[in-house]
């Protein structure tokens, strides 16, 4: 089956220590990106990248760091950095050709930092 | 800076009852707009894709319509069923920002009664 994972499902840490984040897809997509989204609010963007290593900032990148070293995967690590870590962590690809860029999001990740 | 809302938060129906989901933007130079479903603790499964030179697309019981001179976009749910109960969101792809970023609205939750 095509598509993207995101491992773990929940995620459980405590304050001041560093996190990271899996998300892999099989859909030969060549951008893939990370979101954060709280209760009551829009996704909004940490990071995205368009081609292996390379990629850029989103609107809340503060205390966040991403990898792009294989096409298939994204991982994102939560810092210590992060004021308020505690989110639904969401990633997403697409695909540059075709000019639609539709994006697909993968099941999505619960960070619980206490 | 692109701003996406949607109205109402909530919304809740009899089984049957054809709906519709409203969105509106800010800025009318997107590239598309895309509708998204929510089911709890889930990711996002893209509904349909408007292109800005497309007025209107349909899967099924769902057609979702742009007028991007007024920053509107509607999603129309025919017969609604229980099935239908999620969060629906928008998100519209900005002209002039980096390529294949989204920015989304908050969403509305549909609660559709038995």
């Known amino acids: 089956d095509g598509g993207i994972t995101q491992s773990p499902k929940y995620l459980f840490r405590k304050e001041g220590q560093n996190v990271t984040l899996s998300c892999e897809q099989n859909l030969n997509h060549d951008a893939m990106y990370w979101y954060r989204q709280d209760p009551g609010q829009g996704l909004r963007l940490i990071y995205y990248?368009?081609?292996?290593?390379?990629?850029q900032k989103g609107d809340i990148a503060e205390g966040y760091s991403v990898s792009r070293e294989k096409k298939e995967s994204f991982p994102l690590t939560v810092t210590s950095a992060q004021k308020n870590p505690t989110a639904f962590y969401l990633c997403?690809?697409?695909?540059?050709?075709?000019?639609?860029?539709?994006?697909?999001f993968g099941p999505g990740t619960r960070l619980t930092v206490t | 800076k692109q701003e996406v809302t949607q109205i109402p938060a909530a919304l809740s129906v009899p089984e049957g009852e054809n709906l519709v989901l409203n969105c509106s933007f800010t800025d009318s130079a997107i590239y598309n707009l895309q509708w998204f479903r929510q089911d709890p603790g889930k990711g996002l499964t893209s509904l349909l894709l408007i292109q800005s030179s497309q007025r209107e697309q349909t899967s099924g019981r769902l057609n979702a319509s742009l007028d991007k001179s007024s920053g509107r976009s509607t999603l129309y749910i025919a017969a609604s069923q229980p099935g239908d109960s999620a969060t629906y969101l928008c998100?519209?792809?900005?002209?002039?920002?980096?390529?294949?970023?989204?920015?989304f609205g908050k969403g509305t939750k549909l609660s559709v009664k038995p």
């Open positions: 990248s368009q081609i292996v290593n390379d990629f």
């Open positions: 997403a690809s697409s695909a540059l050709a075709g000019g639609t860029y539709e994006q697909y």
């Open positions: 998100a519209v792809r900005p002209k002039g920002g980096s390529q294949g970023n989204l920015i």
